[in-house]
């Protein structure tokens, strides 16, 4: 089967650094995705990792780790708008075309 | 552009009934796709397609069929509802799976 495993809940104050990690099981593996959610709204993309290393877009940066089958988000100067939930994504390429989404980590940013 | 359309943005149905989630696209985007989430919970994949008159499986396509006749619309049909589809379904589109998923609003459907 296919799995994507994420802290459920993260707590972190403004103006810090967190980290979300994403471990991940599926086949045919391509690249790894991280959206962001605000609740009650829809996903907005936030980044794509198709190589190994670091993505860097703002104050957001990603990683992936294709041997390690991991991948994290990093947010940093985190603002009280960062609350929300972010979902990792594998996509499954080739023949398959799958986008899988991790369980979801909600991050609560704390004055 | 409009984006990504999604109606009707709530629906109450009762168990039994049919009904078509519509889903639009103005970008000329080539996949499209279904998720459904439920409280508290990550997207599940429900059906996709890569391009007109092309459909496949998700994660969870059991209960529900879909169609692609058109690049810019794919409904989504619930066959017989029940109660366990009681969710949040969103649409999404892209030019491919490995690029930025852009997706709807969301149809907030409950089913008793």
């Known amino acids: 089967g296919q799995s994507l495993e994420q802290p459920s809940e993260v707590t972190a104050v403004e103006g810090a650094i967190v980290q979300i990690n994403c471990t991940y099981q599926?086949?045919?593996?391509?690249?790894l995705s991280w959206y962001q959610q605000h609740d009650g709204g829809a996903p907005t993309f936030l980044s794509y990792?198709?190589?190994?290393g670091l993505e860097e877009t703002g104050r957001f940066s990603s990683f992936l780790s294709r041997s390690d089958s991991y991948g994290y988000l990093l947010l940093q100067e985190l603002q009280m708008k960062d609350s929300a939930s972010y979902f990792c994504?594998?996509?499954?390429?080739?023949?398959?075309?799958?986008?899988?989404f991790g369980t979801g980590t909600l991050l609560a940013v704390q004055p | 552009n409009a984006g990504v359309t999604q109606t009707p943005k709530f629906q109450v149905l009762k168990t039994g009934q049919s009904m078509t989630l519509q889903c639009a696209q103005d970008?000329?985007?080539?996949?499209m796709s279904w998720y459904r989430q439920d409280p508290g919970m990550g997207l599940r994949l429900i059906h996709y397609?890569?391009?007109?008159?092309?459909?496949d499986q998700g994660e969870v396509p059991n209960g529900y069929n879909v169609s692609r006749s058109t690049t810019e619309d794919f409904p989504l049909r619930l066959l017989s509802a029940a109660p366990s589809q009681t969710s949040v379904y969103f649409c999404?589109?892209?030019?491919?799976?490995?690029?930025?998923?852009?997706f709807g609003p969301g149809t907030r459907l409950t089913v008793t």
């Open positions: 999404a589109s892209s030019y491919s799976v490995e690029y930025e998923q852009y």
């Open positions: 599926t086949s045919g593996f391509y690249g």
């Open positions: 990792n198709g190589l190994d």
């Open positions: 994504a594998a996509i499954n390429g080739g023949a398959t075309n799958k986008l899988i």
């Open positions: 970008m000329n985007h080539e996949y």
């Open positions: 397609s890569v391009g007109a008159g092309i459909t």
